[in-house]
């Protein structure tokens, strides 16, 4: 197994899940992708966590990311465990949730750690983006569940980032000041930021967000 590290291209897997079989290179297409393990099945925080990632599918889709979990467990536990998140939630799962029962794609992502847990996966998230890399990485313990207004908060960050030369200041999200990027001369700033900017240091210069 290697160490996967942001830049790397996500390694392709075919793989049984609650949806069928998915190749998830083929799956993915064009969108971006975000992949999240979680320890087992029919246990209460991953209930919460995969509830609450099925009623933001609409600020997924919006997005243009397609949403996968996985766990250790086989496909006809996750049937019937998507339908106790689907009562206790309120919501409906419509995303595929991976059945790794041998392990191969918690491997390939490390998504198992030893000194944490022999067999169960840790709660990881890997966003990936439309050329296929990875583009984030962040690991939670299974004590912990995830905070997806994050999740979505980072992607719109990575997307807003991605083509444009600017970057993201603490706890910013969408609508905020962004920071231009050091690569950017201030006199260059007017031209590709139309919207306006503030030459706070030389090295910290900020802008609105585009459009
Ligand atoms: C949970 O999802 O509730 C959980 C799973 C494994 C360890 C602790 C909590």
Request: some cysteine.
């Amino acid at each position: 197994m290697a160490v996967l590290r942001l830049g790397d291209v996500a390694p392709d897997f075919t793989a049984q899940t609650s949806q069928g079989e998915i190749n998830f290179h083929e799956w993915l297409g064009d969108s971006w992708g975000v992949l999240f393990s979680h320890p087992a099945d029919y246990t209460p925080v991953c209930t919460t966590e995969l509830g609450t990632v099925a009623k933001y599918s609409d600020e997924f889709t919006k997005r243009n990311v397609k949403v996968v979990a996985l766990s250790v467990d086989g496909v006809d536990s996750h049937m019937g465990w998507i339908a106790d998140i689907n009562e206790t939630q309120d919501t409906e799962v419509n995303f595929p949730i991976i059945a790794d029962e041998d392990r191969k794609v918690s491997d390939l992502y490390d998504m198992i750690h030893p000194n944490a847990d022999n067999t169960l996966t840790v709660r990881s998230v890997f966003i990936i983006g439309s050329d296929k890399k990875i583009k984030l990485i962040i690991v939670y313990p299974a004590s912990t569940g995830r905070n997806f207004d994050e999740i979505i908060r980072v992607i719109d960050s990575l997307q807003l980032t991605a083509y444009r030369k600017l970057a993201t200041p603490a706890n910013w999200k969408h609508g905020d000041d962004c920071v231009v990027s050091p690569a950017v001369k201030t006199e260059d700033i007017p031209e590709l930021f139309p919207k306006g900017h503030k030459v706070i240091k030389p090295y910290l210069r900020t802008t609105p967000m585009p459009d």
